[in-house]
């Protein structure tokens, strides 16, 4: 299976839509996916994400099916160092890292600064549940911290190389049509998904990736032994398309110049 998150593009937050470039940034885009051959299109309910899918829409003829639970992860906290009253990320580094419960997978949310919303536990697991309901649509189960992949037949892989060390491994299923989704959101709400699937602490994620809008997250299941799967990324925040087309990275959410090369 492969998901394929897709950031919004360039923000009117204001009025939750996209910017003028953030359109030219969203057409672009639609370029790159309509040549792809996509099982199941989802979208945010919110106006930017809508408007970043659209495109793409019109140009395959496809629709996408609206999932609340993939808006934004905007459950608003006080930030004690900067003052500022917003989203529960974007913390200086000597504040979120210094706290042990930030860097752990399943007690995040416990922190102090974290206990003054309490909707970020509920909101997360809210996440997390439908996120696996999904996966399972499309023949995956949750096991604890991995997938099975139900009713495939088992393969068993020891290396990515063969014997000789030349060869790449062919996998069995390599021939199989596999499904490919792709799910139109924000950078909260994909961070929030991937510490999920690859079991890595949110606020990792948060604080040390940049998504840049539009850009492409792109996930697939690795299915090497028996019946496990486990997601693995790769490619993440990946911005061709804008770049193959002159349309430079947006900074959006970034407190850094994006490279432009």
């Not at 009025?15 to 953030?22: H, I, P, R």
């Not at 913390?91 to 399943?106: C, K």
């Not at 940049?210 to 990946?238: C, K």
Request: net charge negative; charged share 25%; with cysteine.
């Amino acid at each position: 299976m492969r998901i394929i998150f897709v950031r919004h593009g360039e923000p009117d937050y204001k009025n939750d839509t996209l910017t003028e470039k953030g359109k030219r940034e969203a057409n672009l885009l639609s370029e790159r996916i309509r040549k792809w051959e996509v099982t199941d299109f989802y979208c945010s309910p919110l106006g930017r994400a809508k408007a970043t899918a659209l495109p793409t829409l019109e140009k395959t003829g496809r629709s996408a099916k609206t999932l609340e639970w993939t808006q934004e992860f905007f459950y608003p906290i006080d930030d004690p160092v900067t003052g500022r009253h917003g989203v529960p990320w974007d913390l200086v580094p000597s504040f979120w890292s210094g706290d042990p419960l930030m860097l752990s997978q399943e007690d995040w949310v416990t922190a102090g600064i974290m206990r003054q919303n309490s909707d970020i536990p509920q909101k997360r697991d809210e996440v997390f549940r439908n996120l696996d309901k999904l996966v399972e649509k499309y023949g995956y189960v949750r096991d604890h911290n991995f997938y099975r992949a139900v009713g495939k037949k088992p393969v068993f892989i020891t290396s990515t190389t063969s014997p000789d060390n030349v060869e790449q491994v062919r996998h069995p299923s390599g021939s199989e049509k596999e499904p490919v989704i792709v799910i139109f959101c924000h950078l909260g709400a994909i961070c929030m998904m991937l510490s999920h699937l690859i079991n890595i602490p949110f606020p990792l994620l948060a604080h040390g990736f940049f998504l840049p809008p539009t850009s492409l997250t792109i996930l697939a299941t690795e299915e090497r032994w028996d019946n496990e799967a486990y997601f693995r990324v790769q490619s993440m925040g990946d911005v061709h398309h804008l770049l193959a087309g002159g349309e430079p990275v947006a900074q959006a959410g970034y407190f850094a110049s994006p490279f432009q090369s």
